[in-house]
């Protein structure tokens, strides 16, 4: 089968080797991927910002959507011809992980990842594919959605919420497409007034530019008549700080990401006084995963995909997602 491999930490090292077609286990389902989508992650570990130990040579990415071709003993979970989506964090069930499952069993890294023409994970560490989605829409699921969804889950999302989103990604997105679906009123982030007249399209109320307006949090607090808002999707990480002085009494941050550095200077009276929560969200278990498919399906929500390239052009596809300039997510056919 054909595999996409990175023998350094590099974009450009990627390169199309031929790798033996997996035979499924015990347990097991072998996968055809049909196509997979890209996260800042799979760009952190190739750039050697993340996991920078992982033995190499390795295959990236760890989001994707195919079709079941056979099924190993003891299978009744799925049959041949299902379409299914392997979970991120291979053996999270439900509850919380644990720490062996959070950083050895992550497809991507150190797991192979999805950037190959057939995979074999456990039965029980896959979903069912909404029907109506595309693969390449489907294929955007596992981290960005499920990470989206959790940190409003975490956050007690209700109508009459406000939500800030950071950045017009695809956990930005699926977070800004969720709050809508709740009930919650949305303000985005961006550095592009483009983006955030599409990010209206979607259903934010309010659009602020980070970069024309540094003093966001402000911006934020004058756009709630002083109130802040309710939750916070921090996919930045370094502007924990702004977040904070943003919401309102007793509000929550879900800090999902670091697109904006590792660090962050926060005040200690920020989080004492208005009583506010800040959570660090690991993306989700297979059961909020289902119950998250299930929303989608009664909604007949559609991923935002920024665009579409195939396996061959796959090193030009982390280089887009590197620019930063993408709206939604990538994809990569295979």
């Known amino acids: 089968m054909r595999a996409m491999e990175a023998s350094a930490f590099s974009v450009d090292a990627l390169q199309l ?42 295959v ?3 989001d994707a959507c195919g079709e079941v071709v056979e099924v190993g003993e003891d299978v009744t979970r799925f049959k ?16 919380l992980p644990t720490l ?42 596992p981290i960005a959605a499920l990470t989206a969804w959790s940190t409003l889950q975490e956050g007690g999302i209700k109508s009459g919420d406000t939500v800030l989103v950071q950045g017009t990604g695809g956990v930005a997105l699926f977070a800004l497409q969720f709050a809508r679906l709740a009930g919650a009123r949305v303000i985005a982030l961006s550095s592009s007034d483009e983006k955030l007249a599409r990010a209206r399209e979607l259903g934010a109320e309010i659009g602020i530019n980070y970069r024309s307006t540094p003093e966001w949090h402000v911006a934020v ?11 916070i999707v921090e996919t930045a990480g370094a502007t924990l700080d702004k977040s904070l002085a943003a919401l309102a009494f ?9 697109v904006a550095g590792y660090r962050a200077q926060i005040p200690i009276r920020a989080l004492l006084g208005p009583m506010i929560r800040v959570q660090g969200i690991a993306v989700g278990s297979r059961a ?27 090193a030009d596809a982390f280089r887009r997602l590197e620019q930063g300039t993408h709206f939604g997510k990538i994809v990569v056919t295979i």
Do not use: C
């Open 17 to 58: 080797v031929a790798r033996p077609i997996p035979a499924p286990r015990r347990g097991e389902i072998l996968v055809r991927v049909k196509a997979a989508s890209l996260n800042y992650r799979d760009l952190a570990v190739l750039v050697q910002k993340y996991l920078p130990n992982l033995p190499l040579p390795y």
């Open 60 to 62: 990236p990415a760890s």
């Open 80 to 95: 041949v011809g299902d379409r299914v989506t392997p979970i991120y964090t291979q053996g999270w069930h439900d509850g």
């Open 100 to 141: 062996e499952l959070r950083t050895r069993r992550t497809l991507g890294a150190p797991l192979a990842g999805v950037l190959q023409e057939y995979v074999a994970v456990p039965a029980e560490d896959a979903v069912a594919v909404p029907g109506h989605l595309t693969d390449g829409e489907a294929a955007t699921l």
């Open 221 to 231: 607090k004058d756009a709630t008549g002083g109130r802040g808002v309710d939750i």
């Open 250 to 258: 007793a509000g929550f941050v879900g800090v999902v990401g670091f």
């Open 288 to 314: 909020r995963f289902e119950a998250m498919n299930r929303a989608i399906v009664q909604h007949q929500l559609r991923p935002v995909v920024d665009s579409v390239y195939p396996l061959e052009r796959a």
